[in-house]
């Protein structure tokens, strides 16, 4: 059974930066791609980046390109979120998914999911 765990949210000034930590345990690491996503009170869960597994492929929706960074590292066994710039309208709950495939931005494709960490941006 795969676990996943986020963590690294909170609260920040616009500005700001946040790294996020995605830690999978259960399975070898280097088998799964991981994806983020987010997800505000009554709207959809939507893709922000994903790193696929193998060649660490990267991808990212448009609207998140440039200052969303997404690494992993299969020694540690985690994949990561970095957030520059952080603005309120990034506020939300932040998800990772991790997938025994090649990254994608379906978030049907994902097979397992932490429980979120939330990001509060202050202006």
């Known amino acids: 059974q795969v676990q996943v765990v986020e963590s690294g949210g909170g609260l920040v000034q616009a500005g700001g930066s946040l790294r996020l930590s995605c830690a999978v345990s259960g399975r070898t690491f280097s088998d799964y791609s991981v994806g983020w996503f987010r997800q505000t009170p009554g709207k959809e869960r939507e893709f922000v980046a994903a790193v696929s597994r193998y060649d660490d492929s990267t991808y990212y929706a448009d609207s998140m390109k440039g200052r969303f960074t997404i690494s992993r590292d299969n020694v540690q066994n985690t994949a990561y979120l970095q957030i520059n710039s952080l603005k309120p309208g990034d506020t939300a709950v932040y998800y990772c998914?991790?997938?025994?495939?090649?990254?994608?931005?379906?978030?049907?494709?994902?097979?397992?999911w932490g429980q979120g960490t939330q990001v509060t941006v202050s202006s």
């Open positions: 998914g991790a997938r025994f495939g090649i990254a994608t931005m379906s978030i049907t494709s994902y097979d397992y």
